[in-house]
């Protein structure tokens, strides 16, 4: 699987990947799951799922706690999950990986961590397509520090409105937080020169990566943040295990909101200290088994490389956009360039409701995401309350989009009859 | 698979042509619902008079079960007591939770709702509209005890 161009056309068009997942052996009635969900969860495959297994039959200790052989393992495993990551996204050696509970966790994390440093009429900048776990930490800590939130608008074809952004930005400004690909648009955001501006006018910035990693190529130095926040689970890995990645210089500024054992360095009846970066951000025992096999979808990844995987995206992308858009009265949130878009679609049918649509196509096998996709203020904005979206990973092929096509039909003629 | 048991012809008229659009413009209690997985809102205006609903005004947006049981519940209420309306309200749930039909008159035609009990992700929809009438009801009750009350000593009389 050398040239990613020539894997991702044979991904896209007779895929061979799907045996590798498990849970696609599943059958949905007398039909076979078309798994289109793949923003909500990734699938994984059997070698990850094994590779958790694997470290409770074998290893199965707590890291960093005791002197023997099981425990001496696991720091091994859970550091060595720590270096690989580290490595895969490119981070620098002024920056460290954090293990959370899941990127929510992660930004939640800096939300709270940073409220000393932010004071009132301070200014933190989001965008107007961010998922409510890039949005309400924010809102809680505008709320906490009487600080100001200033929204980047989104334009009519879902984009950022780049034009508005140099009256958005100010001195006042403390922090930037923003989606790489968004949720519901798919649009992919210029990180790397909003970073700059935002660094140029002292503020920090934090990028959720919810939908980027394990889509595409991802290089934390590249792109220039402060914080980057994603979850394993939505890239073939396990569930409850999330990272942040982070500048030092920018982690030392936050409190640990979570304390207890192992984030400690020194404890008396009276104080406590901190652990040195990244030990104090993670109080408590670990989610080890998810840390443990999490390199084996890293593996998976690297097998058909994240360039290959991003244009599988782009292919499907462009398929289902062209698809949807033959017929009538479907409306597609988001760019119509499939290259400004990450590995989903998410839609309006004006004839059949999004809950309506999603249930006639689940009794046909399919699995879509139906509702407001944690974004409301973008849906609301966009004048809707839900939308439709199917969304991709390695395992989705071309059929999956005609049998969502077909499904889209039945479901009209339902409402017709 | 055959859609039509759930999506039954009374559900699609009555979402296709929803009654209880009338607007309320002084009413004696309404409540706004909304379900937050998915989004769908209702709000339920009350007209009421010695304890029962004499007029009721429902906006709903949402899926096609969702408005229509808006609408089904627009029928089903007028002319109810509040422990008419409580008995309903629990008959539909039943109904929802137990497939089993009901052979309760208030339902009206609420009883075309009893395919979503094979939806079980779907019953939300079906009874967003009847606990937020339920709760507009609640509140005309906090805020009128005496009325309430009096229409049971007539009773007991
Ligand atoms: C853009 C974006 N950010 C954040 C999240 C939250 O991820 P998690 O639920 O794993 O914390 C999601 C997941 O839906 C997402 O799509």
Same mark, same amino acid.
């Given at each position: ?21 498990p849970?696609?052996n ?60 580290a ?20 930004i ?22 961010e ?106 890995g ?16 936050l ?9 400690i ?5 009276e ?14 025992t ?24 991003d ?6 992308t ?31 049918d004006?004839?059949?409701h ?12 399919i ?39 077909d ?11 | ?8 012809d ?25 379900n937050?997985?998915?989004?769908d809102?209702?709000? @339920?205006?009350?007209?009421?008079? /010695?304890? %029962?609903?004499?007029?009721?005004? *429902?906006?709903?947006?949402?899926? &096609? ?22 008995d ?27 395919? @979503?009990?094979?939806?079980?992700? /779907?019953? %939300?929809c079906?009874?967003?509209? *009847?606990?937020?009438?339920?709760? &507009?009801?609640k ?19």
């Open positions: 699987m050398g040239d990613p161009a020539a894997t991702s056309v044979e991904l896209t068009e007779n895929n061979p990947v799907r045996a590798r997942f849970s696609l599943r059958r949905m009635g007398d039909r076979p799951l078309i798994y289109l969900d793949h923003a909500a969860t990734s699938l994984r495959p059997a070698e990850v799922i094994d590779a958790a297994c694997d470290f409770c039959r074998l290893h199965d200790g707590n890291p960093h706690r005791g002197l023997h052989t099981l425990s001496a393992e696991a720091t091994a495993v859970y550091e060595g999950t720590r270096e690989r990551v490595r895969w996204i490119d981070a620098p050696p002024d920056a460290a990986v954090v293990f959370t509970r899941n990127a929510t966790a992660a939640n994390l800096v939300a709270r961590g940073i409220a000393d440093h932010i004071g009132e009429g301070d200014e933190i900048v989001l965008t107007e397509m998922h409510h776990a890039n949005l309400v930490p924010w809102l809680m800590l505008a709320k906490k520090r009487r600080a100001v939130i200033r929204y980047l608008p989104v334009t009519d074809s879902g984009e950022l409105a780049l034009d508005t952004w140099p009256s958005v930005l100010s001195e006042r400004t403390k922090i930037v937080a923003l989606t790489h690909v968004s949720n519901v648009l798919g649009t992919i955001n210029p990180i790397e020169s909003i970073a700059e501006d935002a660094h140029r006018v002292g503020a920090l910035v934090l990028v959720d990566a919810a939908q980027s990693v394990g889509h595409m190529p991802v290089s934390f130095a590249r792109l220039g943040a402060d914080f980057l926040a994603f979850s394993a689970h939505k890239s073939y396990p569930t409850g295990l999330g990272f942040l990645v982070g500048r030092l210089d920018a982690l030392e500024r409190e640990p909101m979570e304390t207890g054992g192992e984030m360095e020194l404890v008396t009846f104080t406590a200290t901190w652990a040195p970066i990244p030990g104090r951000f993670e109080a408590g670990a989610n080890i088994s998810a840390v443990a096999a999490f390199p084996t979808a890293i593996d998976f990844i690297e097998l058909y490389s994240a360039h290959a995987i244009l599988h995206d782009k292919l499907l462009e398929y289902a956009l062209e698809q949807l858009l033959r017929i009538d009265d479907i409306r597609i949130l988001g760019p119509l360039d499939p290259q400004l878009r990450g590995g989903l679609v998410a839609f309006d004006t004839r059949v999004p809950h309506d649509l999603a249930t006639i196509l689940n009794e046909l096998g699995a879509v995401r139906a509702g407001h996709h944690c974004a409301q203020p973008l849906h609301r904005k966009m004048g809707l309350s839900a939308s439709t979206r199917a969304s991709f990973g390695i395992y989705s092929d071309l059929t999956d989009i005609d049998a969502l096509i499904g889209i039909h039945q479901a009209r003629k339902v409402f017709t009859r | 698979m055959n859609f039509d048991d759930l999506y039954r009374v559900i699609l008229d009555h979402h296709r042509h929803p009654r209880g659009t009338d607007p309320i413009d002084h009413p004696h209690a309404s409540f706004f619902g909304v937050p997985t998915c989004g809102e209702v709000t @339920v205006k009350l007209e009421i008079d /010695r304890d %029962k609903v004499v007029a009721i005004q *429902v906006e709903a947006s949402g899926c &096609a079960i969702s408005t229509a049981a808006g609408s089904m519940i627009a029928e089903a209420a007028v002319g109810k007591s509040f422990d008419q309306f409580q309903l309200t629990e008959s539909l749930k039943q109904m929802l939770r137990t497939g089993d039909p009901l052979d309760d008159p208030n339902l009206g035609d609420l009883d075309a709702l009893i395919g @979503v009990h094979q939806f079980p992700v /779907r019953v %939300k079906a009874t967003l509209a *009847v606990t937020t009438a339920l709760q &507009a009801f509140i005309y009750m906090k805020k009128h005890p005496s009325e309430a009350r009096r229409e049971l000593t007539i009773e007991a009389g």
